[in-house]
């Protein structure tokens, strides 16, 4: 089992920054690939990153890139979601997820632990 705890959401102007945590508990935090998703109002929830075991593979989705940026640090069992240059359409609950077969994916069937969610708010 592994619990996630997500905290840094909040109100933000465009072409603001937020950065995301996700402290994880539970089994070894660091045999986890990692990733976060996002779900607005009325849609389905979307992959925005991942995240390799030791960090050293990334992915995102096209809407983030180069604004985004996903990164972990295993001895303090946390993951990070620095997020720049944010847009209205960014407004969003943000998850962590934990992929229990240890490969970072990009859909929400590749992940087997979540978060409750943090809301992220960009006004325009």
């Known amino acids: 089992q592994v619990q996630l705890v997500e905290s840094g959401g909040g109100l933000v102007q465009a072409g603001g920054s937020l950065r995301l945590s996700c402290a994880a508990s539970?089994?070894?935090?660091?045999?986890?690939?990692m990733g976060w998703f996002r779900q607005a109002p009325g849609k389905e929830r979307e992959f925005v990153a991942t995240i390799s075991r030791n960090g050293g593979y990334t992915d995102y989705a096209d809407s983030v890139k180069g604004r985004f940026t996903i990164s972990r640090e295993n001895a303090k069992n946390t993951v990070y979601l620095q997020m720049s240059s944010l847009k209205p359409e960014d407004t969003a609950v943000y998850y962590c997820a934990a992929s229990a077969l240890n490969v970072p994916a990009t859909t929400v069937a590749g992940y087997s632990y979540w978060g409750q969610g943090t809301q992220v708010a960009v006004s325009s």
């Open positions: 539970g089994r070894t935090f660091s045999s986890n690939a």
